[in-house]
């Protein structure tokens, strides 16, 4: 009988090879499989796991604290699994004595496992609650200031993602479908707690066939999927969109093409928005002219736009890329702003998207279930950060920071324990979060590959992999719940991180409260029949748990339906208010108004970035670079694979150029070239399209960090040596990865080999 396991980028079936490793293949059922996860038991990847406990030899030698500045040179010393839980059990306790358990920052970000069960940052964060409490973040780095600002104003990101109206409506009633910053379908091979079947190819293909119009607006060409090809392309300065859709609605508004009864009937604020559209409170209309010479786009593009966007059935998308990014929190209010004064939210085909593309559930039209979840149990203390603030908050303990209208203090760090995710791939200038990571006297991580951060680590447990150990696979909106079963043994010493932390729980006399007398295959059982009457009260019967595992999917696909996201409100406000302040769209809020923040006032609006191609920084650093998501990887996971690897050059990272800035510098496909700012430096091989506007240059994020201990100079192609690690504003301090000027010379000298994926040294006690 097939097997089957879910992973970030799909569902895999099992299948046995006698006695050598099993084969993974696609689901069959999958019309669109991502090949990344076909990669999870390569050999180049099995070499880098972390098969023993592991010490840092100073920090084993002479105790916490030692040394911090050899995280990532120091040797290692491999330990007994009693002895390695001895040494961080009583580091643990050490610390929450003598500190507090304000002193313990839990770090994760979920990336390890698509399980529900064993899901890396639940298992810390239960773990470290029945511990007694610890530092905790909130919100994401890829949707930190969304998260914060769409509550305010329309509805919260969870809430959107998960109604977003579906590819099927999208096809039978859109006839104009403008995305600012594309719909990147390589994003779209992954979701958060996996994939079943991938939907978004096929759904764009389905409004191409249907005959949609694409616009595509932004620095890029090449982010459409399939479709690129039929879709119009407006090339628009980076960070500028906001200008250009403030000039799109004075068109609307100056011709009379705004719907004046949606907006008194279904917002609040329009009045006091148009005040600033208009030029009363500031002297400046926002006219195409005036964001002509913001944005790039010719005056009479944004009016033609404005016009057919009003005469068509019209659906505006904002790609995730948008909101990282100084004042990102404007392009997500500005684009509600805009398909408000539309009148096409509500409307089958119209209205607006927060991420078509950013990944699978986005338009799906499956059913959404309540999936199996483990309790993370109530925080035992109320302290944490937003997530992308990691090294200000190790740099800056007792230093204040604004949050959501609120001012709080940043903790003072003692340990860290990080389980799921990579901080040395998701934070921006790791320049300084290297030296921010040499505050806290203990870094503890569960780790299956010797990463960046677990060769910063002071005591590293091995960890298993999906493949190795049972788990129920279930996500928002996919079409199947999945009995992920074990299909290889554990990778030499590796325990789950649910049997590390039952383990260390008992040390710390709070085992009990923790693992509630279950082992995993109690929990698995537990959790499923807790999940079952709930979605009977939805609707949907589930079997008891012995035949889901036995039958191995439960099939949701029959609970297919078309959505179109906000119709409920729009067709009776009154009686199905949103969760605002006034119950309706928010063009303007008072809330965020009476915050007195001055980069995020009451409405949305063009700010000047931090850093853009208009800024006189430019003149220094004249390229604006863009970091996004691979298509080989999901952010630097399996990064050591052969296929992560097919997308490089020699093992290095592509930066993509336009024609005339790589002739300008001289440049050859292929060529290694050094990417710097005041932050950082980079390597990298070039690839000359003309897919990408004249001064944008593009280097995805992912590749495992690889400094030169010596001179600094990162040798694959991490970009985040280079990104700002500021806030979006002081509303939601959401990180700004894509706001990031630099300068691209030829490197010099020997070419360094990459040494990314070498093992740290080992040494004896």
């Not at 290692?76 to 004595?97: G, K, P, S, Y």
């Not at 093409?257 to 148009?274: I, N, V, W």
């Not at 590796?494 to 995993?520: K, P, Q, V």
Request: charged residues 20%; glycine residues 10%.
């Amino acid at each position: 009988m097939t097997s089957y396991t879910l992973s970030h980028w799909g569902t895999y079936e099992v299948e046995p090879r006698g006695n050598g490793l099993p084969a993974l293949k696609p689901f069959r059922r999958d019309r669109d499989p991502s090949p990344i996860g076909l990669y999870q038991l390569d050999p180049a990847l099995d070499r880098l796991r972390v098969r023993r406990p592991a010490i840092r030899k100073s920090w084993l030698d002479h105790g916490p604290g030692a040394a911090p500045e050899r995280r990532g040179s120091d040797p290692f010393v491999e330990v007994e699994w009693d002895h390695a839980l001895d040494l961080t059990a009583a580091e643990i306790d050490r610390v929450r004595t003598t500190h507090g358990n304000s002193s313990i920052f839990g770090g994760s970000y979920g990336w390890s496992s698509a399980g529900r069960f064993h899901h890396a940052q639940s298992q810390v964060h239960r773990f470290l609650n029945t511990a007694g409490g610890y530092v905790r973040h909130v919100d994401s780095y890829s949707l930190g200031a969304a998260n914060v600002v769409l509550p305010h104003i329309v509805a919260s990101m969870d809430e959107l993602m998960a109604g977003h109206s579906s590819w099927d409506t999208l096809a039978a009633h859109c006839e104009l479908f403008v995305s600012f910053g594309g719909v990147p379908v390589k994003n779209a091979q992954i979701n958060a707690g996996g994939v079943a079947l991938h939907g978004v190819p096929a759904g764009l293909a389905g409004m191409r066939a249907a005959g949609t119009r694409f616009v595509n607006i932004g620095p890029v060409r090449d982010n459409f999927g399939a479709v690129a090809d039929a879709a119009e392309w407006i090339a628009c300065r980076p960070n500028t969109d906001t200008a250009l859709m403030l000039a799109l609605a004075w068109v609307l508004y100056s011709e009379g093409l705004h719907d004046k009864a949606f907006l008194d009937r279904c917002c609040t604020g329009f009045e006091r928005f148009l005040h600033y559209l208009t030029g009363t409170v500031d002297g400046t209309a926002k006219t195409p002219d005036w964001a002509e010479a913001i944005s790039g786009v010719p005056a009479g593009t944004i009016v033609d736009l404005a016009r057919r966007m009003a005469s068509s059935r019209t659906m505006l998308n904002v790609s995730w890329s948008m909101q990282r990014a100084s004042h990102g929190e404007q392009p997500y209010w500005m684009v509600v702003t805009l398909a408000a004064m539309l009148g096409h939210i509500g409307k089958p085909g119209g209205g607006f998207g927060v991420g078509y593309g950013a990944a699978n559930l986005v338009g799906s039209a499956h059913t959404r279930i309540k999936g199996p979840t483990l309790s993370q149990l109530k925080p035992g203390i109320p302290d944490f950060i937003p997530v992308a603030r990691i090294a200000d908050m190790l740099l800056n303990p007792g230093a204040p920071f604004t949050y959501n209208g609120k001012t709080q203090n940043y903790p003072d760090i003692h340990l860290i324990y990080w389980a799921g995710g990579n901080p040395f791939h998701h934070h921006q200038d790791l320049n300084r979060l290297l030296k921010a990571w040499q505050k806290p006297e203990t870094v503890i991580v569960n780790e299956q590959y010797w990463t960046p951060t677990a060769k910063r680590a002071d005591i590293v447990l091995p960890a298993t992999i999906s493949l190795e150990r049972d788990d129920i696979g279930s996500a928002t909106l996919e079409a199947f719940i999945v009995a992920m079963k074990q299909a290889v043994p554990p990778a030499g010493e590796a325990r789950d991180d649910y049997a590390i932390f039952a383990e260390l729980a008992e040390r710390l006399g709070c085992g009990e409260t923790f693992s509630e007398g279950l082992d995993a295959a109690g929990w698995l059982s537990r959790l499923y029949e807790e999940c079952r009457p709930l979605n009977r009260a939805r609707g949907l019967d589930l079997p008891d748990f012995e035949t889901f595992w036995r039958d191995g999917l439960i099939d949701l696909t029959p609970l297919d339906r078309p959505v179109t996201m906000l119709a409920d409100f729009v067709a009776d406000p009154e009686s199905k208010p949103l969760g605002t302040p006034s119950g309706k769209l928010e063009i303007f809020s008072q809330r965020i108004a009476g915050f007195g923040l001055e980069d995020c006032p009451g409405h949305a609006a063009w700010m000047e970035p931090a850093e853009w191609l208009g800024s006189r920084l430019a003149a220094r650093y004249p390229l604006h670079l863009l970091t996004d998501q691979p298509a080989r990887r999901l952010h630097s996971q399996l990064d050591a694979s052969p296929h992560s690897a097919g997308g490089k050059s020699n093992g290095r990272e592509l930066v993509y150029m336009n024609p005339g800035d790589a002739v300008q510098r001289g440049f050859g496909e292929g060529q290694i070239v050094e990417l710097f700012n005041d932050r950082g430096r980079c390597l990298a091989a070039v690839t000359i399209t003309s897919d990408i506007m004249p001064g944008v240059a593009r280097l995805n994020t992912g590749a495992w960090f690889d400094p030169d201990p010596e001179t600094g100079l990162e040798k694959h192609g991490n970009p985040n040596v280079l990104t700002l690690d500021m806030p979006a504003s002081g509303l939601s301090q959401g990180c700004s990865a894509q706001t990031c000027l630099v300068e691209i010379t030829a490197f010099a000298g020997p070419v360094p080999p990459v040494t990314a994926f070498c093992l740290p040294e080992f040494a004896r006690s």
